[in-house]
């Protein structure tokens, strides 16, 4: 039975998209035509269908997922076989491998990686109490869900306790990268082989690399049994590192002693993380300047003016105002009032109709001085300015004149201020 879109399994499951191929099967998008909900189709692949080998290793993914219940595990709904091949029945996740975050992002930060690390672990420690071993932990068998939700996933290679050996003696099952010690010498995988490959999830997401590489997969198995854990960049929180390389020890006995007791460790190590999300310095460290108190404005007390104060006067004496301000012409006509402020009467200012008198009066004195200086004995303006007019008896034009061009008159015209003098 090839596996294709539209395919009903158990005139049930509808095959709907291909999500991912593995050594063994291949993930489908399907849905449940009886329950009306979207699942996650295991099948067999093509070319092992009717091999029995490989149909007793889905019948005993079956049972092991079957015997797991735990909300970091992708729960199994239902096994079947059709033609020949065989098939299961998985959650859904919607989300994505942590394969794809690291393809993504190499480096994750600490805050972020973590909570994963954390919520992996639990999974295993509930696998590991109902006697499942997974054997192939790594970030494509992590799944990552929108809101932060881990679920681990793909017991295909999963031994329970008692379970009859389905693999020769000293044949290796796994993914080489994510390979412990104990398993590439084909020793039997435990709980502890689990957390080792999980240190090395740890590990990769940290530094953006496996710890150990090579050209093929037995180099690989290799280094894994011979070659020194390379160590951490000095960046990582200390007891991070630790952590880590507690993990990734050769002797399954110096790993932590469970999974529960690892995401404990994990758990204590984010609640202690700053707000940043960045791993605290460690003391010792060099902290970063400080800068600057930044000066508060200084405050501007509002600034009272006293009222001018006016001196007290004797009784029949002019009071003495304060000086006039002089005002900014804002191009509005103000309303008509006395001509003794120097404001507008009409079309016409006070100052300019002194000034009009003042050039008529000396224009007077001047046509009167002219006419009397043709007579010789005519008195002279000082002479005259004492004695009155030979016809009106009042005193001469000359000598109003002349009064009023010794004496300081002011003319006020916007913000200037001339005398008489002036002109």
């Known amino acids: 039975m090839k596996p294709v879109q539209g395919l009903a399994l158990g005139e049930r499951y509808r095959l709907e998209r291909q999500i991912a191929v593995g050594g063994m099967g291949e993930v489908w998008a399907g849905h449940d035509l009886s329950l009306a909900r979207d699942v996650a189709v295991k099948v067999l692949r093509d070319e ?28 199994l709904y239902d096994y079947g076989e059709q033609d020949g091949s065989a098939f299961l029945v998985i959650e859904l996740v919607v989300g994505e491998p942590m394969s794809d975050l690291l393809d993504r992002q190499p480096v994750v930060p600490t805050a972020r990686l973590l909570p994963i690390l954390a919520q992996t672990a ?51 099952m796994g993914t080489a990268q994510y390979l412990s010690p104990e398993q590439a010498v084909g020793r039997p995988a435990t709980s502890a082989s689990d957390l080792y490959s999980l240190g090395i999830v740890a590990y990769e997401a940290l530094v953006g ?60 190590l984010f609640a202690e993380l700053p707000a940043s999300g960045a791993p605290r310095r460690s003391q010792g460290s060099p902290q970063p300047s400080a800068l600057p108190p930044v000066a508060a404005p200084p405050v501007i007390a509002p600034v009272t003016v006293p009222p001018t104060a006016v001196p007290p006067t004797a009784p029949g004496t002019p009071p003495s105002y304060p000086p006039r301000r002089e005002l900014r012409d804002t191009g509005a006509v103000p309303a008509r009032t006395s001509t003794t402020t120097g404001r507008r009467v009409g079309s016409m200012t006070w100052p300019f109709v002194a000034l009009v008198l003042l050039i008529l009066a000396l224009l007077g004195a001047a046509l009167a001085d002219s006419l009397w200086g043709s007579d010789p004995g005519a008195a002279s303006p000082a002479a005259s300015a004492s004695s009155p007019h030979p016809t009106t008896g009042t005193p001469a034009p000359a000598a109003i004149g002349g009064m009023i061009s010794s004496a300081p008159v002011a003319l006020t015209s916007g913000a200037h201020t001339t005398t008489a003098k002036d002109a």
């Open 122 to 172: 639990r999974a295993l420690h509930a696998a590991h109490a109902a006697g499942v071993v997974h054997r192939d932990v790594k970030p494509g068998n992590i799944l990552l869900g929108p809101d932060g939700d881990v679920k681990i996933t793909d017991f295909g290679v999963s031994r329970a306790v008692n379970q009859a050996p389905l693999t020769a003696t000293g044949m290796v």
């Open 209 to 268: 690399h496996r710890p150990f590489t090579g050209p093929t997969a037995v180099d690989i198995a290799v280094a894994h049994v011979n070659t020194p854990v390379p160590p951490l960049p000095a960046s990582i929180e200390p007891r991070l590192a630790d952590l880590v390389m507690r993990l990734l020890s050769k002797e399954p006995a110096d790993r932590p002693r469970s999974g529960g007791a690892l995401a404990r460790a994990f758990d204590e």
């Open 48 to 75: 092992f269908a009717g091999d029995a080998g490989f149909l007793e290793r889905f019948r005993t993914e079956a049972r092991n997922s079957a015997s797991l219940s735990h909300p970091n595990i992708a729960a």
